[in-house]
């Protein structure tokens, strides 16, 4: 009881002059009582500086353990995770709907925010309310000077899928899957999902010469490192996440405008090819794109419900995989293919 009334005076003793002070400070003495407005106490400078401090604010609630205080990624978990939580003071983005190299659009970065990474460490944030996002958006910009520094990219359109009022999808998947080997040849970092007499066929078809050799384990994905030199595998569709969304559309986004920072190129620039005996005959031509995504995501459909543990490699992902998108329990008989000393390299 004694604790308690100390309590009580403390509050109406402590808090209250200070309720009071703070009102009567910013509207002359009448007080205000719309808390939720952004906390601007009569020293407001313009909509944009309040959004940015309700971006701070939301960043130290949400996004500080992982990306850190002065957003350089080194939060206090982002030692163990794998890949590490982006450096926003270099401003490297790699999802975005525009060419690689270029900076992300807002749309990307709301994208990225809203749905996460799967097969990474970055959740979906879908609770925080849209303006709180455009929030984040802007305070994350303040971290580097890229953004004032560079002109904002054009985003590549998501337009014109030939496919998409056909109910049957497998003539798409059909020419997707002879683009993917025999054109665009994606199994030199991704897996091969052709056998090597199938790949020098679709090369033929695509006017292109045969292969004298392939790679050793032309059926797994190729190790590539990205910018920040750590060992990174393109997924093999049929075990690993997609990152940035497996939809027709968000396929089509990735593989078109490519992952920046990686050796994942920006393809829709490159898919126009002509015979070389004709160059009036078409080969290869920016509808194609489409079919690699059609195909692409039948790869992703036939993965197993469920991967055997003793066949998973962690790699750099942080959680095993299932097919409906869920982590599970670690197993602790699997060695991850990291290496604490690659670890250790990073810094
Ligand atoms: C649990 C750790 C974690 C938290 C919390 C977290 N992130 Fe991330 N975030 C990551 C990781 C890991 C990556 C890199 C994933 C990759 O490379 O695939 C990432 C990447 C990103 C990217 C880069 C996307 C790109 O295209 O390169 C953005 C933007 C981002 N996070 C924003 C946020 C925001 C905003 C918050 C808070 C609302 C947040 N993150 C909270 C772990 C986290
Ligand atoms: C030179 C190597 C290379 C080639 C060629 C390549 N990729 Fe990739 N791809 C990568 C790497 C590396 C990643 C992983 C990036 C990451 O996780 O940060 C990747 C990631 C992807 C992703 C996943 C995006 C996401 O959301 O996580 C898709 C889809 C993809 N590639 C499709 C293709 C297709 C289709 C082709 C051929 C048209 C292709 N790639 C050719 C290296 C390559």
């Known amino acids: 009881m004694i604790l308690l009334g100390f309590r009580r005076l403390l509050v109406v003793g402590v808090v209250a002059p200070l309720v009071a002070l703070t009102f009567s400070g910013c509207s002359g003495g009448e007080s205000d009582p719309d808390l939720s407005r952004p906390s601007e106490f009569g020293f407001q400078t313009s909509l944009k500086t309040t959004l940015v401090e309700e971006g701070r604010n939301a960043y130290q609630t949400y996004c500080i353990g992982c990306h850190g205080e002065t957003g350089d990624g080194n939060g206090v978990a982002a030692r163990f995770l794998r890949p590490r939580p982006r450096n926003f003071q270099v401003a490297k983005f790699r999802f975005s709907s525009t060419r690689s190299g270029q900076l992300p659009s807002d749309e990307d970065l709301r994208r990225t925010i809203m749905e996460g990474l799967k097969g990474s460490a970055m959740p979906g944030w879908d609770m925080i309310p849209a303006r709180t996002v455009n929030a984040l958006i802007a305070y994350i910009k303040t971290f580097s000077p890229r953004w004032k520094e560079k002109q904002p990219a054009t985003a590549i359109p998501i337009v014109d899928d030939p496919y998409r009022s056909k109910e049957d999808k497998s003539e798409a998947i059909a020419r997707g899957r002879a683009i993917y080997h025999g054109f665009a040849t994606c199994w030199t970092c991704h897996p091969s999902y052709a056998s090597e007499s199938e790949i020098n066929a679709y090369l033929v078809m695509m006017d292109k ?129 990291t290496t604490d000393e690659d670890f250790e390299g990073d810094d």
């Open 209 to 337: 010469p045969a292969s004298a050799g392939f790679r050793p384990n032309l059926m797994e994905a190729d190790a590539k490192p990205n910018q920040e030199g750590e060992v990174i595998y393109p997924p093999d569709f049929h075990r690993d996440f997609v990152r940035a969304g497996g939809s027709v559309d968000d396929l089509y986004r990735s593989i078109a405008a490519g992952i920046s920072g990686t050796a994942m190129p920006t393809w829709v620039d490159s898919m126009v090819s002509h015979r070389t005996s004709d160059p009036s005959q078409v080969v290869t031509n920016t509808a194609d794109l489409w079919a690699i995504a059609y195909y692409v995501q039948s790869l992703i459909l036939e993965r197993p419900a469920r991967l055997e543990p003793k066949t998973l490699a962690v790699r750099e992902r942080t959680h095993r995989i299932y097919a409906e998108g869920e982590a599970f329990e670690p197993v602790h008989d699997v060695e991850p293919m």
